[in-house]
């Protein structure tokens, strides 16, 4: 799955964290993370008064700038989303897609979490 178009689109639930708000449509530079949620059976919709837990069951990183996205990470490796921190703060959040297009998502923009996201992915080989 490489473009984030396809992620968005997708019908699971998920969080997203971003470095900084997502306006896809102007030239500046954003990191983003989706955590795709495994729903329990039992969980409600907020988790507020559900019985269920949230498991996150992939991981997929994105650096856009200029309104490009380049796919920097996925995994759906147990041993690897246990380390991530799950933002349960989460709210809903306005996005811009490329098109200009607007898109509310449940998510959170905190840069601290994203270095740590950051440093747990391998870097890429030059």
Not at 39 to 60: V, Y
């Amino acid at each position: 799955m490489n473009s984030i178009h396809d992620v968005f689109a997708l019908p699971n639930r998920k969080l997203i964290v971003s470095s900084t708000e997502i306006d896809l449509s102007k030239k500046v530079r954003v990191d983003i993370f989706f955590l795709l949620v495994q729903e329990s059976r039992g969980s409600a919709g907020g988790r507020g008064g559900g019985s269920g837990t949230r498991r996150i069951e992939r991981i997929l990183g994105y650096d856009c700038e200029n309104g490009e996205c380049k796919n920097i990470f996925d995994t759906t490796d147990p041993s690897i989303i246990e380390k991530f921190e799950i933002p349960y703060s989460a709210v809903a959040m306005d996005i811009t897609l490329q098109d200009g297009n607007d898109l509310v998502v449940q998510g959170i923009v905190d840069p601290g979490l994203i270095n740590d996201y950051k440093n747990l992915i391998p870097k890429p080989i030059s």
